[in-house]
């Protein structure tokens, strides 16, 4: 069920009127109305897959109670637990990878095999999701295995905690000692979170319907073909619009989710925050898909050894923690050197120490901000490209510097992205200059608050109304 569809508007319209009458009632009734709406939610697209998300959690539910009742065995109950979910993505999101890797090297030896003919149907489809629930339900074995969280002994509780429909197909991934005691009072939504969620909710659906939808065709065109232009100017547009398609995306879905939350009465913790006005790497990784960058810093960089055991260690740890986070994206190799290539732009910073590097000369922020976005979008090329071979071609298209026009700037696919990219590159101006903070009295004075930002919501949804794009799924659905 997409957010950006018909039927979530009534699929929500009923949960949140029925949301007041739930409320009252007990802990156990309120947890199973969550879990089937979830479910709904979720079985919408293929109700089949709802057995997926079922069995990982029963076998999670049950490994965090027998962890704490038997903890001779802890450590066996919990590689039971990451065996059922990282064999569950391995079998659905990875097989096909692993049989035409494993086909193209035994070639090598003279042995002809089609293992991806092996594997069944149904393990060809990628269920919605499945890597954020996964990595949500993995957290939860493994704090208790930490004795950071308690086991809740309810499983109803447990299944409002991992099917949650706000975050559950494309995150933040939330973890279980944030959510689950907030699933267990009751929580008065005052009006001014129910106004600050429709604030979130809104400005989700712009990011994705107004900006992202409306930059994606001109994306779109380019990736379908990387001979579509050889110009540099072509591809630096390009890239660039993907970089803001995906932020608004994504950041768009998080939105959403977080403002479905506050009117649902829970806290979910900020996804993303401006990463394109960083100037290094390491604070890029603090702004962008937050939720999933210290899930890695706390459950494969800190136990791999984080940067205690000495700097040749830590730079080791650190590469597999980015390499491990750009398969964690996708079944290909392109991922993979997104991954490499960021942890070599992070290296790079740590050895010679570039933001103060930068910092200590005139204009040196701007020239930091320049560098990693330069790193960025050159990164993205691997992440947004059809194969190895494709990703290549881009790059030396974006490096030749041909600045020869061989493209149609008439056509309405791409005046619209360059409009749409030209308002993403605002905004972030904004924060960048932090033109915010000049503006803070305005926002806490009671004109603002009464007439201009009841104005600007009304701008809001009627971008979202005429201004949408053709509809797309969210781009991390297939993640």
């Known amino acids: 069920m997409l957010f950006n569809s018909l039927i979530f508007l009534i699929f929500a319209f009923l949960f949140f009127s029925l949301l007041p009458f739930v409320n009252k009632l007990k802990n156990n009734y309120r947890w199973l109305f969550f879990t089937i709406a979830s479910f709904i939610f979720y079985g919408w697209w293929d109700w089949r897959f709802l057995f997926l998300i079922i069995g990982s959690g029963l076998i999670d539910f049950y490994a965090g ?15 039971l637990s990451l065996i059922g979910n990282l064999g569950s993505l391995a079998a659905f999101k990875y097989s096909t990878f692993f049989a035409e890797n494993i086909s193209l090297f035994l070639s090598h030896f003279g042995i002809i095999i089609d293992l991806k003919s092996k594997i069944p149907e149904f393990m060809l489809i990628l269920p919605v999701g499945i890597s954020f629930y996964t990595f949500q339900s993995m957290s939860y074995t493994i704090d208790i ?12 509780q447990f299944f409002s905690y991992l099917a949650m429909f706000p975050q559950l197909v494309a995150g933040p991934i939330v973890r279980a000692r944030d959510l689950l005691p907030q699933l267990t009072r009751v929580k008065k939504v005052s009006n001014i979170e129910n106004w600050n969620g429709l604030k979130l909710i809104l400005i989700g659906f712009f990011k994705k319907v107004v900006l992202a939808d409306n930059i994606a065709p001109l994306v779109n065109y380019a990736f379908n073909d990387s001979n579509t232009s050889h110009s540099t100017i072509f591809w630096w547009i390009a890239i ?12 768009g879905y998080s939105d959403i989710a977080r403002g479905l939350a506050k009117w649902m009465g829970f806290h979910f913790r900020i996804n993303f925050n401006h990463p394109y006005i960083s100037t290094s790497i390491k604070e890029f990784w603090t702004r962008w898909h937050i939720s999933l960058s210290t899930w890695f ?5 800190i136990p791999l050894g984080g940067s205690r055991k000495g700097k040749i260690r830590s730079h080791i740890n650190m590469w597999i923690t980015m390499i491990v986070s750009g398969f964690w994206h996708g079944a290909a190799w392109t991922f993979v050197i997104w991954g490499a290539l960021h942890a070599f732009f992070l290296s790079l910073e740590r050895i010679f120490k570039l933001p103060k590097l930068f910092l200590k000369i005139p204009g040196g922020k701007i020239l930091a901000l320049m560098l990693l976005l330069f790193q960025v979008m050159i990164a993205w090329v691997f992440f947004r490209a059809e194969s190895f071979h494709q990703a290549v071609n881009i790059i030396k298209y974006l490096l030749n510097f041909n600045f020869s026009i061989d493209f149609d700037v008439n056509k309405n696919w791409f005046i619209n992205g360059i409009f749409y990219i030209s308002v993403g590159i605002l905004i972030e101006a904004y924060y960048f200059f932090n033109i915010k903070k000049w503006s803070y009295n305005l926002n806490m004075n009671s ?3 009464k007439i201009i930002e009841p104005a600007y919501l009304i701008i809001l949804i009627s971008a979202i109304i005429f201004l949408r794009g053709k509809g797309q799924e969210f781009i991390y659905f297939q993640f």
Do not use: E, M, W
């Open 65 to 79: 109670k027998l962890i704490v009742k038997k903890p001779k065995y802890k450590t066996l109950f919990l590689i």
């Open 145 to 156: 295995y930490r004795n950071r969280l308690k086991p809740t002994n309810n499983i109803l």
């Open 240 to 251: 660039i619009g993907f970089a803001f398609q995906i932020y608004f995306d994504f950041s």
């Open 297 to 301: 810093r706390d459950y494969v960089y």
């Open 447 to 449: 004109v603002y608050r």
